[in-house]
Nanobody, 123 residues
């Protein structure tokens, strides 16, 4: 499985960005896709998860109501729509994948990772 994250950039507080994770190869019939983020000096933090395809989703409380995760089976992508961005959302964002459905919120539970894309929110 290869994951390619894109869509990061610089945005002002209150703005929006859409991240996309392209999944180049699916080896599992059921798998979960997650988004995590890591700010400098901090641990990698869970953001959102979707059970592929079109399955259940869950977002962290810190981004609930602002971020939405969705999957496009035809394009083999998982997107993270981020609205009402805050400076605290500044981080490198990673997409990750693992086999089977579930609520996997620890980065240690994932086997495959994209390279990360930087999101910077200015105040």
């Amino acid at each position: 499985v290869q994951l390619q994250a894109s869509g990061g950039g610089l945005v002002q507080a209150g703005g929006s960005l859409r991240l996309s994770c392209a999944v180049s190869l699916r080896t599992f019939s059921r798998y979960a896709m997650g988004w995590f983020r890591q700010a400098p000096g901090k641990e990698r933090e869970f953001v959102a998860i979707i059970n592929w395809t079109g399955g259940s989703t869950y977002v962290a409380n810190s981004v609930k109501g602002r971020f939405t995760i969705s999957g496009d089976n035809a394009k083999n992508t998982v997107d993270l729509q981020m609205n009402s961005l805050k400076p605290d959302d500044t981080a490198v964002y990673y997409c990750a994948a693992r086999a089977n459905f579930g609520l996997f919120t620890s980065h240690r539970e994932y086997d495959y990772w994209g390279q990360g894309t930087l999101v910077t929110v200015s105040s």
